[in-house]
């Protein structure tokens, strides 16, 4: 950014100092270049708003900046908020796939245990041989199905595990991408200050300059 030039800048507060000590006197305004030093004012009065533009005009990109990670951050946090929803339903999942599971070994249990006593049968009551034969055939069929229903129960045990895996995965990425978009809120919300501070300083230089070239715009050339 521009800067007012040191030289004149110093050039013109010696001016004033030395007309304010002299309360304006005749003699010493006779004695000074006063076009001279009113154009190196202008200068400075130029320079000046020149800065306050570009300070005024960084502020506006940084609260464009800011709105855009206040944006972001809402969207992280709406994704949050569905995660955390598909985390309990996939706690839910898992108990009943493993209350399912429970549920058929004990089904499971229950029949070989009929099947083995009802075998033991078979060779103690010869006269009951067909209805426990048919027995037999009853339970060996519900084995096979339950057996088959296990399978299934373990293939929807292995794909909740990839499922809660796959949710930790996204919740770590989530978590990254808020933390760097705190830190950039950060950063911005710290230029932010800067520049406010340097647009206030520029805002007084700028008043300053103008009562200077006003004082010399009442003097006349000797």
């Given amino acids: 950014m521009k800067q007012a030039k040191t030289g004149h800048t110093i050039l013109a507060t010696s001016v ?44 506006r990109v940084v609260n464009s900046n800011l709105q855009a990670t206040d944006r972001a951050l809402k969207t992280i946090q709406s994704q949050k908020q569905a995660i955390a929803k598909q985390t309990g339903q996939a706690v839910k999942d898992t108990q009943a796939v493993e209350a399912a599971k429970v549920e058929v070994e004990g089904q ?26 048919a027995n037999r055939e009853k339970r060996q069929a519900n084995i096979a199905v339950y057996e088959q229903r296990l399978q299934a129960v373990a293939v929807d045990q292995a794909g909740s595990g990839e499922r ?39 805002k007084k230089q700028v008043r300053v300059s103008q009562r200077s070239v006003a004082n010399f715009s009442r003097l006349k050339p000797q």
């Fill in 16 to 59: 004033l100092m030395g007309l304010a000590s002299l309360g304006f006197s005749t003699s010493a305004v006779a004695r000074t270049d006063v076009p001279a030093k009113l154009e190196q004012l202008k200068e400075n009065v130029s320079a000046s708003q020149s800065n306050l533009e570009q300070y005024e005009q960084g502020l």
């Fill in 108 to 133: 499971l249990r229950t029949e070989r245990d009929k099947l083995a006593t009802e075998e033991r049968q078979i060779e103690e009551l010869k006269q009951a041989l067909v209805r426990l034969e």
């Fill in 164 to 202: 809660t895996q796959s949710v930790n995965e996204l919740e770590a990425a989530l978590r990254t991408q808020e933390e760097q978009a705190l830190a950039e809120k950060k950063r911005l919300t710290a230029k932010k200050a800067e520049y406010e501070q340097e647009i206030e300083k520029w």
